[in-house]
């Protein structure tokens, strides 16, 4: 089963030592590192090439112009040769075992399209800080789980040809575009959390996901979820009708409220421990 680690690159080449080091690293080695550039510059592009020359497993692709991470990361499952797909952030790295464990998920269990772990938050040196403990197994075949708080997170694996049975990612999403992802793949199969920290996380001013976009983020998840309620053809949500057209952020979360209730956590928590049980 081959592995297809997908890193979508725009101007980190100063942090993507750490990465590289990080696949060199893994225990489980079909993989190939699939690295597509968004217009980084000339520069940039030439510090990526240098550390990965010479090793076949690796291949560099570039965007014509800067396109977003939407069409990036969506370009880069088309390109991907493997049968397991998952990305990493050029500033980020993972855990020796990632990879295994995942694929040993996937070779075990045939009815799962989706598995993921926990992640590390690190500094800027990528020295650990705390890891994010909402990350946990979620119910399976649920219309209503729309991922909301977080609980699938890094490393997030899939089987490619699953996705492709799928609308597939989002281009047009700048941010939440795994999100998307993420509730595509859910309704199309099972999806299994590996209780393990395997995807270490560096926060720093130039991460992608850790400028502006925060401000930004609940606007692009809210449609997201907006999306998945009609491609699931939910009418309405815990006795309150589904406006026909997007209504806005405030609207959309007001709906999943319900979910934070006690009587509603322990149900799913119920439902989840027998769910452990038989599969």
Not at 51 to 62: L, M, P, S, V, Y
Request: with cysteine; proline share 4%; charged share 25%.
């Amino acid at each position: 089963m081959k592995f297809s680690i997908l890193i979508a690159h725009y101007n980190n080449a100063s942090l993507f030592k750490d990465c590289y080091s990080s696949l060199l690293a893994q225990t489980y080695k079909n993989w190939e590192a699939v690295i597509l550039d968004d217009a980084s510059s000339e520069d940039e592009k030439e510090q990526i090439k240098a550390i990965i020359a010479g090793d076949e497993r690796f291949k560099f692709f570039e965007n014509e112009k800067n396109s977003g991470v939407g069409i990036t990361k969506s370009t880069l499952i088309e390109l991907a040769s493997g049968d397991i797909c998952g990305f990493v952030d050029p500033d980020d790295a993972i855990l020796p075992e990632a990879v295994e464990k995942a694929v040993k998920v996937f070779t075990q269990k045939k009815n799962v399209v989706l598995a993921y772990s926990r992640f590390m938050s690190c500094d800027k040196d990528l020295k650990p800080i705390a890891p994010f403990r909402s990350a946990m197994q979620v119910q399976n075949r649920d219309p209503y789980f729309f991922n909301y708080p977080i609980q699938i997170a890094h490393f997030v694996t899939f089987r490619k040809d699953i996705y492709e049975q799928t609308e597939k990612m989002n281009p047009e999403l700048k941010i939440s575009e795994d999100q998307d992802l993420y509730l595509k793949l859910y309704e199309k199969g099972d999806v299994y959390f590996i209780d393990d920290t395997n995807y270490l996380y560096r926060t720093h001013q130039g991460g992608i996901s850790q400028n502006n976009n925060k401000s930004k983020s609940y606007e692009y998840f809210s449609t997201v979820v907006f999306n998945a309620m009609k491609r699931r053809n939910i009418k309405s949500i815990n006795g309150v009708k589904i406006p026909e057209t997007y209504p806005g952020q405030e609207q959309i979360f007001k709906l999943l409220e319900y979910q934070n209730s006690v009587p509603y956590r322990i149900k799913r928590k119920i439902s989840i421990t027998l769910q452990k049980l038989f599969r």
